[in-house]
């Protein structure tokens, strides 16, 4: 039988539009196997991110695993200071460090690289346009939100574009 079976399938990709069939075939078995049940948890996630006291008009916010949490990022879009992410799109359980990102301060596209190179100082390496939301909400962030099975997963976050630097009496 799986001889008979391997003869059909040589015959099969001998013809041309056999070979198409076949390559058809193997992608939709492929396209089967993903995103099933053996990956990691998933959670749906969802709430708001202001700074100095409004939303954030558009951005993006990031949740990277952390520690002993597995899995890949998960990112969703901020409109007028909300964002959500359903399950199956959503972080996966565990500990995250959360990155944010205003989107609409530039002119231009964020991912126009041409553009991006016309408007980019070379002196100062930057550029000269500035995220309202600060590094260390991004890049350096400290942030952090820890993804539950059970429960809702909402994380409001309220940012400052001036942090407070402790008194210490001198």
Do not use: W
């Not at 899995?71 to 992410?85: C, N, Q, R, T």
């Amino acid at each position: 039988m799986l001889m008979c079976l391997g003869k059909e399938i040589c015959r099969l990709v001998t013809r041309p539009k056999g070979f198409l069939i076949l390559c058809v075939m193997l992608l939709a078995l492929g396209c089967l196997g993903c995103g099933g049940k053996n990956g990691p948890l998933r959670v749906t996630v969802r709430g708001s991110v202001s700074v100095d006291g409004r939303p954030l008009k558009a951005g993006m916010i990031r949740f990277i695993p952390t520690g002993q949490t597995k899995g890949s990022a998960a990112v969703a879009m901020i409109k007028e200071g909300a964002y959500s992410l359903p399950r199956g799109d959503g972080p996966v359980v565990g500990m995250h460090r959360v990155e944010i990102e205003a989107t609409d301060y530039q002119a231009i596209p964020i991912d126009d690289e041409k553009a991006n190179a016309q408007v980019f100082d070379p002196r100062r390496g930057q550029s000269p346009l500035k995220n309202p939301v600060p590094d260390l909400y991004n890049r350096r962030s400290t942030l952090t939100s820890d993804m539950k099975v059970e429960g809702e997963n909402k994380f409001d976050f309220q940012l400052a574009t001036t942090v407070a630097v402790p008194n210490t009496g001198r």
